[in-house]
């Protein structure tokens, strides 16, 4: 028997028009070996460092983790040159995304970002209440007069990755300034650099210097990326004390696990194996690239660990059928239509085997 709304818990207005979050497949529709490349997972894994230190946790489960993950603070702003008291940890950094929503934005206040931006964006906007206004972008990367053309009285905060996800494109750090510029003091930017290691780019900067400077600007970072460690949720963000001091009275109180600080720790002190990350990249990024582009694909430039890779509009070589026919051979890219580019697949840059396998399939694909 179906039950009224009226005799049941309803979520409050807007809640469920959120459309959720919907990661990238984790399994092929064939069998034999499985090439996961739709989530921008690294394929070198974690640091050995930081799977024993992981590892080392298990005797102490019944203690809580450091609420202030004071440590792992303390090692990212030793590695970084930063101050650990401006700094704050994560489960991820979503899940400062949405504290910052959470804590600076409210019915009848926007949230801006650009078109084909992070979907969590979104998402935490609309949870807090609050109205996503989208600046469009232009081929594909940020648009920085777009997006000052949209900033209205009601803008509370700018929400911008760079790289972005899921084109790959980025914008140079004079442009981040001139965007900076063009902001009121009270709107709150964000710099997401969920991917800033992978970026060998000499007029790029993640944005630490702006957000030690500024007084409105928060930098965003993540381990989920190079260092490997997305199963355990760690991302960390570094800006003025007042706006770190805001996101920490809504935070949980144990929002970090003592096995996520412990191999932070040890991650993000192994130099050795970030640069191994970046040279694997640095190899097969452009490899990729310039081997689907032979296909007679067209490929987004990207400064990331991953590609935008565009298909024609000709029934029987869409996006859609390319995605069946690689998930029917064990190859799993990412459909990016949420993000408003159906006729796009995003590939991450895997391992050796994995790169000369999509591109093998794809040229099946192109050529039946």
Not at 279 to 301: D, F, I, Q
Not at 323 to 343: E, I
Request: aromatic share 8%.
């Amino acid at each position: 028997m179906l039950q009224s709304a009226e005799s049941r818990p309803v979520p409050r207005p807007g809640v469920l028009d959120i459309a959720p979050y919907v990661p990238g497949r984790t399994k092929s529709t064939g069998g034999g070996k499985l090439h996961k490349l739709s989530s921008n997972e690294t394929p070198l894994g974690a640091s050995p460092r930081a799977i024993e230190a992981y590892g080392a946790c298990s005797g102490h489960l019944e203690l809580y983790p450091d609420g202030g993950s004071a440590a792992l603070r303390e090692a990212i702003a030793d590695v970084y040159g930063l101050n650990a008291e401006r700094m704050i940890c994560g489960n991820g950094s979503d899940e400062i995304l949405e504290l910052v929503a959470r804590a600076y934005i409210g019915p009848g206040d926007e949230g801006l970002f650009t078109e084909h931006g992070f979907l969590v964006y979104k998402i935490a906007v609309l949870a807090a209440g609050g109205t996503p206004v989208i600046a469009p972008e232009r081929d594909l990367t940020t648009d920085v007069d777009a997006l000052l053309e949209r900033v209205t009285p009601r803008t509370k905060v700018v929400f911008l990755a760079n790289p972005n996800n899921p084109t790959g494109t980025y914008i140079s750090f004079d442009e981040i300034r001139r965007l900076h510029a063009g902001l009121p003091p009270h709107v709150l930017l964000v710099l997401d650099a969920a991917y800033a290691e992978y970026v060998r780019r000499n007029d790029y900067e993640a944005g630490v210097e702006l957000a030690a400077t500024a007084e409105n600007v928060l930098m965003t970072r993540t381990f989920s990326k190079i260092y490997g460690l997305a199963a355990l949720r760690i991302g960390w963000g570094y800006g003025p004390a007042h706006v770190i001091d805001a996101l920490n009275r809504i935070r949980g109180p144990f929002n970090v696990s003592a096995a996520a600080q412990a191999a932070g720790i040890a991650a993000v002190r192994d130099r050795a194996f970030l640069e191994t990350a970046v040279a694997h990249n640095e190899t097969w990024l452009p490899w990729v690239t310039r081997e689907l582009e032979a296909l007679g694909l067209t490929v987004t430039p990207s400064v990331g660990n991953f590609v935008l890779v565009h298909f024609p509009q000709v029934p029987g070589k869409t996006a859609a059928d390319a995605d069946g026919y690689l998930s029917d051979r064990g190859c799993v890219l990412r459909a990016v239509n949420a993000y408003g580019l159906p006729d796009a697949l995003r590939m991450s840059i895997g391992s050796e085997e994995a790169n000369r396998e999509v591109v093998a399939v794809l040229k099946e694909f192109l050529a039946a």
